[in-house]
């Protein structure tokens, strides 16, 4: 930032910790980048019935296994035109192979609409609406196919971007509660308390996860319903994942235990408690944030390679890993390669988790001398 | 009302050092051993010493930033209420302690880089609950103006300030509870020399207003000696020598003292600087000497010294930790 | 060119291209360093004093590049060395770092490897820059070691820097940047992180060191004490441009610019009356991008000339052949 001008000068004089980490981190353009994308996924996740043209279970007839449409930007007669057209298919037996094989039906051209009527849909479970953000009037319109269940691939992942990301959130979540409580008694106090929580955090790391995990699952009666194991599975990523943030929650504690601004406080006669929460946590928060963004990515790596293993969720939730489990076996690959596209949301997630928090610990501790 | 702001007696901290996978405590380092000393109201009592004499530790003993492991501190307030420091509960505690503040050495790391220079400086007034806003924010502008900071600033967070300025913020904030005795830790090392006279003319401008005592540490004994009325010399955790100002330049009596002074870089091409040469280095604390803890570097050292430690003489004023201060004739630093 | 010159520069800028803008660390600087003399260079904070240093060695951090001016060294005096000029991996370069010109840092600890013994840097630093086979190396670095006073210097060769205490660790580096007899000697803060005796030990080796090798020193810090004990000319520093330039007795005695005239008033002395008041030069350091025009010190200077001091840069006056000073006032007192 240039600080050259009398008013701009006065801005950053008067800046406080977040709006100097703001100008900080907006200057990383991948940051904004992974910013952007990731708020393109939570919009998805919040509104899911909006962005996908048909429900995750909606079955279209018979069409199993069908390509990804065809759009053109061509009007029935042939010409240039700027709504985009869909073909439809038509279902076709090789000759040969004896197998059914869909053709793209040129006779069958449907306009694309944007916030057509669809499927009827209660947001967040209350507001009722029927609203698609696009979608065609006769026929089907599946931009990424089907599944094997005639299910279409891209509704289904904007549904699963909803699961999988509030499973990393929640996870998350849980694992920062435990572990600003159990890092936090440790550094404050420190002592004996100390050496019995590390050692305690050691032996949790040094269990091996996968096959803790596949235990847990198989301990889980079958007969739960998919959401009881949903909110057990942020349960357990939680309770597995604590040991790293409660690690430096204390080292950033033990760190500022010391500082002279935090004895400055003590010789002011200030409370303990006035020191934790005026004094040291809006200290240490700007690191625990990058923290928790890098760990997001683990989370929902967790979720999507548990659910691949058929260890995590089951259908009917759908999540990235349920998703791409569908895509496992070399014959789906091979013949409807399209059901391996979920896995370009999972990979644009983790890559804009990684680059948000690169420009967030760049960004974190704004008082230090480069810039 | 007692003459003494402060008496300190026999006041020791031990660090411990823990060591292996129980984290036993086998060995201790002794920063600050048995040390005894007073402050008369309103003077400015100098403390010097080299790293690793326990300075810092017992400024900050004094201050109960860190407990000490035995020993007696007690404060004569100006309201005739003798205060005996360590045995005082929280809440006195937290009361005492508007009476005695701290100026630290580093002017970056001891602001809350979090906080807005107002809130720096009302911090005390607000953690005492005794003001209402309206008053601290008076206070507040007060002392600032005081300590010639612009009060347009106080909007501002410490990284709008260089060294100087940030110092003059620490000096508002110990001095914002008007405090009757005030410890300045290595308060002006830190800083440039063109801005080091001006916050050094502010702290004595400030104790000429509100009537302060302090205890001025430091490492550099030009500027102990052109602020204090009293020098008290440390090395490894004792006091060796305390005097007057112009007696101890006059006429030092402990090895050490002469040591420290011949050693002074002084701004003055006549006064080249003649070096007393000492012996190895600051011994190990985890392994101290013998005897006298100086020993080991002194020229002037019997085998009394290395083997009995040295009691504290008086002679007059002048107080001194060594076996043969009567004989030894120390060469004098400056006829005042 | 004189005959004593041994490192001339001339109209020295660094300039460091930040995102934050332009930061003229070193703005136009020209002195000499003479054969066998100390030329200490004083300045606060941003003063560019280390700066100057680094750039006569080359080794200036990336963002920073020599704008303009010629830094000249003259070991043969009619063939000088351009070392501004030398590109970047010249063997020339490599041979003047180290060999001719060698540096002594302000934190010993960062400036030794901790992962080598302090024998095996000053054994490859030696066969780096001299014939010397590995046994001739590892003699002649005992026998530094030596010379600058550390005891048992055939046990501590082998010893990691970490295992020696600050004052030793200062000895071993003056003993590594003398070992390839270099002719100019850059002390930066030598003794600014070292106890006062400690410091006077230090500073007395380093003169002996110089009367036996006949070396020039560059010896820059903050302090005025120090300075005053060491240098033989001294150039007085303030945010990248020199203000006063003289032999230690004009600088001291007869100084001219306000700047070092109310420097040397504000240091406490000891002796000097008791209890008086410092004279405090009001103000404070202006930030590395606070564009100024004029002098530098305007905004602190009580004798600043409105309309001239703030407008333009001051021409050099001198006072004699050593004593220059860049200060309007003093050119408007001779008219």
Redesign the interface.
């Known amino acids: 930032m240039k600080i050259q001008d009398d008013n701009s000068k006065i801005k ?6 977040w709006q ?1 980490i703001w100008w900080r981190f907006r200057k990383h353009r991948l940051s904004i980048v992974g910013i952007t994308i990731l708020s393109i996924f939570l919009i998805f996740a919040l509104f899911p019935e909006f962005f996908a043209p048909y429900g995750p279970t909606q079955r279209n007839g018979e069409n199993v296994f069908c390509p990804p449409s065809k759009v053109v930007f061509k009007n029935e007669d042939g010409k240039f035109s700027p709504v985009p057209h869909v073909y439809g298919f038509k279902r076709e037996r090789n000759k040969e192979t004896l197998k059914m094989e869909y053709v793209v039906d040129e006779t069958n051209m449907q306009p694309l609409k944007f916030f057509v009527k669809g499927e009827k849909y209660k947001l967040f479970g209350i507001l009722p609406g029927s609203i698609h953000i696009y979608g065609v009037e006769k026929g089907f319109v599946h931009l990424w196919g089907t599944d094997n269940m005639a299910r279409d691939v891209f509704s289904r992942t904007i549904f699963a971007t909803r699961s999988s990301l509030s499973i990393g959130v929640l996870g998350l979540f849980i694992a920062f509660v435990i572990g600003l409580v159990i890092g936090g008694i440790s550094g404050y106090f420190g002592g ?1 308390v100390d ?1 019995f929580i590390q050692r305690l955090t050691e032996f949790i790391r040094s269990i091996p996860t996968y096959p803790l995990w596949m235990g847990v699952a198989a301990a889980m009666p079958k007969e739960w319903s998919p959401k009881t194991v949903y909110f057990m599975m942020t349960i357990i990523l939680g309770f597995i994942g604590w040991t790293t943030l409660a690690r430096r929650i204390r080292s950033q504690i033990i760190s500022i235990r010391e ?3 935090i ?9 303990d408690m ?1 020191i934790i929460f005026k ?1 040291m946590i ?2 240490f928060i700007s690191y625990i944030i990058v923290d928790l963004t890098i760990s997001f990515p683990n989370m929902i790596l967790s979720e999507t390679s548990l659910s691949f293993l058929g260890l995590g969720l089951r259908p009917p939730v759908t999540s990235w890993g349920v998703l791409l489990k569908a895509a496992q076996n070399i014959d789906t690959i091979m013949s409807s390669p399209w059901m391996l596209i979920p896995s370009i949301f999972v990979i644009l997630a983790v890559l804009s988790f990684s680059f948000v928090g690169d420009g967030l610990r760049d960004a974190a501790d ?2 230090s001398e480069k810039s | 009302m007692e003459d003494n702001i402060l008496v300190v007696k026999n006041l020791s901290k031990e660090f411990p050092i823990y060591k292996g996978f129980l ?1 036993k405590s086998t060995m201790s380092v002794k920063a600050v051993n048995n040390v005894s000393f007073e402050i008369k109201r309103g003077e400015t009592l100098g403390l010097v010493g ?2 690793g004499s326990g300075k810092t530790t017992l400024g ?1 003993l004094i ?1 109960r ?1 860190i407990e000490p492991t035995s020993g007696e501190v007690i404060y004569n307030f100006s309201d005739e209420n003798q205060v005996d420091f360590l045995k005082l509960n929280k809440k006195q ?3 005492t ?2 009476k005695i ?2 100026v ?3 002017p970056y ?6 906080m ?1 220079v107002r809130d720096i400086i009302a ?2 007034l607000v ?2 609950k005794t003001m209402s806003r309206n008053e601290i924010d008076e206070r507040v502008r007060e002392i600032a103006d005081l300590c010639k900071l612009n009060l347009e ?1 106080l ?3 410490p ?2 300030f ?4 940030r110092q003059r913020i ?1 000096i508002a ?1 110990a001095l914002a509870v008007n405090p009757e005795f005030v410890v300045c830790d290595e308060s002006v090392s830190a800083l ?7 916050i ?2 502010l702290f ?1 401008e400030m104790q000429a207003i509100k009537d302060i005592t302090y205890l001025f540490i430091a ?5 102990v ?3 204090s009325d009293r020098i008290i010399v440390m090395y490894l955790g004792q006091i060796v020598e305390e005097a007057d ?2 007696t101890l ?1 006059e006429n030092p009596m402990h090895p050490y003292t002469e ?2 002074m ?8 006549l006064r ?2 003649a ?1 007393i ?2 012996e190895g ?2 011994p190990n604390p985890m392994n101290l000497p013998t005897g006298c803890y100086f020993h080991p570097r002194c020229h002037y050292a019997t085998e009394k010294c290395r083997k009995e430690m040295p009691c504290m003489r008086c002679f007059g004023n002048h107080k001194v930790a060594c076996h043969r201060a009567e004989e030894l004739h120390l060469k004098q ?4 | 060119m004189d005959e004593k010159t041994l490192l001339e520069v001339k109209d020295l800028s660094v300039y460091f291209n930040l995102r934050e803008g332009v930061l003229k660390a070193v703005d136009g600087v020209s002195f000499n360093v003479d054969r066998n003399s100390t030329v200490g260079i004083v300045g ?2 941003g003063s560019g004093k280390s700066v100057t240093a680094q750039a006569f060695m080359r080794i200036l951090p990336e963002t920073a590049e020599i704008k303009t001016g010629e830094i000249n060294y003259y070991k043969d005096p009619d063939n000088p060395i351009k070392i501004h000029a030398l590109p970047d991996r010249s063997p020339i370069l490599s041979n003047i770092r180290g060999k001719e010109i060698s540096m002594i840092f302000q934190e010993p600890m960062s400036a030794f490897s901790p992962l080598h013994t302090i024998g095996h840097q000053m054994i490859e630093c030696l066969m780096l820059h001299t014939p010397m086979t590995k046994q001739e190396a590892r003699e002649r670095s005992i026998e530094m070691l030596a010379k600058v006073g550390i005891s048992n210097p055939d046990k501590r060769i082998d010893q990691y820097s970490f295992e020696l ?4 660790r200062q000895r071993a580096m003056i003993a590594i940047a003398l070992s390839t007899n270099p002719s100019i000697v850059i002390a930066d803060e030598p003794t600014t992180s070292l ?7 230090i ?2 080796l380093m003169k002996d060191m110089q009367e036996e090798f006949n070396m020039s020193i560059i010896f820059i810090t ?8 060491m240098a033989d000319m001294i150039q007085v520093m303030y945010l990248g441009k020199i203000m006063e330039a003289g032999t ?2 004009e600088i ?2 007869e100084p001219r610019h306000p700047y070092t005239i ?3 008033k ?7 009356h ?2 008086s ?6 103000g ?2 202006p ?1 590395p991008f606070d564009v100024q025009k004029g002098c530098k010190f305007c905004t ?1 200077c009580p004798s600043m000339i409105k309309g001239l001091c703030d407008l333009r840069t001051p021409d050099i006056k001198k006072y004699s052949d050593t004593h220059s000073v860049y200060c309007w006032r003093c050119l408007e007192q001779e008219k």
């Open positions: 950053y004089y008067t800046a406080s910790q100097l004996w050496n500082a002279d601004f004895i400055a406080a003590k010789l002011c006669g200030a409370s006035r004094h809006p200290t704004p008082y | 984290r080299e790293s900050r201050l930033a505690l937290k009361k302690r508007t503040q701290m630290f050495q580093d790391s001891s602001l809350n880089p979090r807005t911090e005390t953690a005492n600033h909007r501002r967070f990284h709008a260089s060294g100087g300025q620490g904030r440039d020399v063109s801005v080091q006279a001006e050094i003319n004595k490492h550099d004994l030009s500027i000696e052109h602020i100002k112009r330049f040591a420290l011949s050693a002074i870089p002084e701004p003055d091409l080249k600087m070096p040469f000492l280095e600051i630093y400056i006829k005042y | 606060e904070s205490s600050g004052g030793m106890d006062v005796t400690i410091q006077a030990q500073l007395k903050h302090n005025l004490g120090v300075i005053a004990q230690a007795e001291f005695y109310n420097l040397l504000a240091i406490p002395k000891i002796g000097s008791v209890n008041r410092l004279e405090a030069i009001p404070q350091i930030g602190r």
